[in-house]
């Protein structure tokens, strides 16, 4: 089968089965582990080889993390750590021992193959928890933080996991000496890095070619997973720091905008890669066993997290919730057990009924934590901000930093109005960070970035950028998604003010307009009219040139009547010069 007909087919299934699950108000992620049951070998058997999809889906997985850490400045790494080393490490140190015990001692495994399958199981799912915690709006509660500081210690720990197997399976004489010049070089790399990365971002922005900083993104993700995979880590954890290197720079924005669309389908491929490697046929012939051991696993984890999570200040039902969120084993599970089997420490077959009770704990966590909430004891807790920026707080937001834009800067900084600049030129952005503003690069037409410039908190938007279609573009944006949001913006002249008319915009400023009346004031009172004179004659001017765009407002649509080209033409300027000297005529005899 070609490989486009197999893309067919994931993307078919995918826009049939996830939309129902998620009209029945069931997770996507659901809906993706559906797809891969359904199209798999074990049902329909559509596309087969479910190793590789799962393979090339990880990269999923590099991205999400990307992206999490591009939400997390290095400061707040730090507070986190009562729950990446009080929380994170206990739970996977006693979680593993229990399970491993748990084998050893009532499924008759050896010791080798119980302690390769009680890591494994100890270790939850970032993709899973991550993805359910965005789509219910759960990230930034105290229990999100919990699952999501753990999730993070579990990522390093599959370092020791891979480095337990290798002192299993490893045979006399093995050197070490090439992975040690191999950590000494990649931590080196991050070191530069670190310094290097802002003005490498800044000259690829500055080309002005937005394809070549979707490339540079995807490079900064790939170059880093891969750094971190050659010295035993896990690809996840070194897009993770790739991210929280760039996560307080001009360019954060626009790099989660890139970055997104590939993340959404990467993840989506990469559960339903994990719904095609379950066997369905063992889970008909053993379900019992089946079942009742992904009971156990995620009882016994949702054990050792609550207690846990208590002694880390977390009330009840935040607690509750952190150990049920937590309850599932994740894909790191599917990475050791290649590694193990490969290694000779655990029969294939053990490791056929571990992935179908990873498979099912993913697919049961959704409803167990919905019936944990159900039976919580305590009122939601309220969501606590990830991050406490001065961009967050309920700040105007300019689009471009032209003169335009700059004046009005100026006016909201005098009167201490937080506001926040989007600009696509590197320069202006570098120029205005020296005063402290939250300014960043990127194309205020994408919802991304307008969602992490906290649009939705924002009172008002100006878009103060002078290319017609771009402004066009953003406005649209932004009246389709935030239709309560004030818009305020600039025009270049009437034909533009009109379309922004028709799209909502009530607070319109034609740029050339307000300046040349003022200097038609003053040579007006220069010709020998007084003051108040010629602020009349101006006043009943703008009156009438508002009257004349109305009008040609109400038969913009008429082709015929008012062709779109007549804007700036000579025609529509003899019309207006006609109108003029009409509404002279009629101040003079005012006069």
């Known amino acids: ?18 939309p129902v699950c998620r009209k029945f108000g069931l997770s996507s992620v659901l809906g993706y582990l559906l797809v891969g049951l359904l199209i798999g070998p074990s049902v329909f058997g559509l596309v087969g080889n479910a190793t590789e999809v799962l393979h090339f889906a990880e990269f999923g997985i590099v991205l999400l993390m990307f992206l999490i850490g591009l939400e997390l400045r290095p400061h707040r790494l730090w507070t986190m750590r009562r729950f990446l080393f009080g929380l994170g490490i206990t739970q996977i140190l006693i979680t593993s021992v229990v399970i491993a015990v748990l084998c050893f001692m009532l499924l008759g495994m050896g010791t080798p193959a119980s302690m390769l399958i009680g890591f494994s199981l100890a270790l939850s799912s970032t ?5 359910w915690l965005g789509e219910h709006k759960e990230f930034n509660r105290p229990h999100g933080r919990a699952a999501f500081g753990t999730l993070l210690m579990q990522d390093v720990a599959v370092i020791p996991a891979i480095a337990l197997i290798g002192i299993l399976s490893s045979k006399p004489g093995d050197s070490v000496s090439l992975n040690l010049l191999l950590l000494i070089a990649v931590v080196a790399g991050f070191v530069i890095a670190r310094f290097t990365l802002r003005p490498a971002l800044r000259f690829v922005a500055s080309t002005g070619v937005h394809e070549l900083f979707t490339a540079a993104a995807l490079t900064l993700v790939t170059g880093a997973a891969l750094a971190m995979h050659s010295i035993g880590f896990s690809m996840g954890l070194g897009a993770f720091v790739a991210g929280v290197m760039v996560a307080d720079s001009e360019y954060r924005h626009q790099l989660e905008a890139d970055v997104m669309p590939f993340k959404g389908l990467l993840v ?39 207690p846990l999570a208590r002694l880390q200040g977390l009330k009840h039902d935040e607690a509750v919730r952190t150990g049920l969120v937590l309850s599932q084993s994740g894909e790191f599970a599917f990475i050791l057990f290649t ?7 655990v029969d294939q077959f053990i490791v056929d009924i ?69 600009e696509l030129d590197p320069k202006r952005v570098d120029f205005v960070r020296q005063f402290a503003s939250e300014t960043y690069y990127g194309n205020a037409s994408s919802l991304r970035v307008l969602l992490s410039a906290h649009i939705d908190r924002a009172p008002a938007i100006i878009v103060a950028i002078d290319d017609v279609e771009s402004s066009l573009k953003i406005v649209s944006q932004v009246s389709n998604s935030f239709p309560n949001l004030k818009i305020m913006a600039r025009a270049r002249n009437r034909f533009h003010e ?36 010629a602020a009349r004659i101006i006043q009943a001017f703008r009156e009438h040139d508002a009257q004349a765009l109305d009008n040609q407002m109400a038969v913009y649509h008429d082709k015929a009547g008012f062709p779109e080209d007549v804007f700036d033409t000579t025609q529509e300027l003899k019309e207006l010069f006609k109108e003029d000297k009409k509404t002279s005529l009629r101040v003079e005899n005012k006069t």
Do not use: C, W
């Open 354 to 422: 571990a992935v179908l009770v990873v498979t099912l704990s993913m697919a049961a966590t959704p409803f167990l934590v919905a019936l944990g909430s159900r039976f919580g004891a305590e009122k939601d807790s309220a969501p606590v901000p990830l991050e406490e920026t001065h961009g967050s707080q309920n700040s105007v937001i300019i689009v471009g930093f032209g003169p335009f834009g700059q004046t009005v800067a100026r006016i909201l900084t005098i009167l201490e109005i937080p506001f926040t600049v989007i």
């Open 268 to 306: 989506g491929l990469f559960f339903i890669a994990v719904g095609m490697s379950a066997n369905l046929g063992l889970l008909i012939s053993k379900p019992l066993l089946i079942v009742g051991l992904t009971a156990v696993l995620m009882v016994v984890k949702s054990l050792v997290i609550y």
């Open 339 to 345: 590694i193990g089997v490969s290694a000779q420490l």
């Open 498 to 533: 009109i379309k922004l008319r028709e799209l909502g915009v009530t607070s319109v400023i034609r740029e050339t307009l307000l300046s040349s009346l003022a200097l038609s004031t003053q040579l007006l009172e220069h010709l020998g009219l007084t003051p108040p004179d």
């Open 127 to 131: 993709a899973f928890v991550v993805q």
């Open 1 to 18: 089968m070609s490989l486009l007909v197999e893309a067919f087919i994931f993307l078919l299934a995918t826009i049939v089965v996830v």
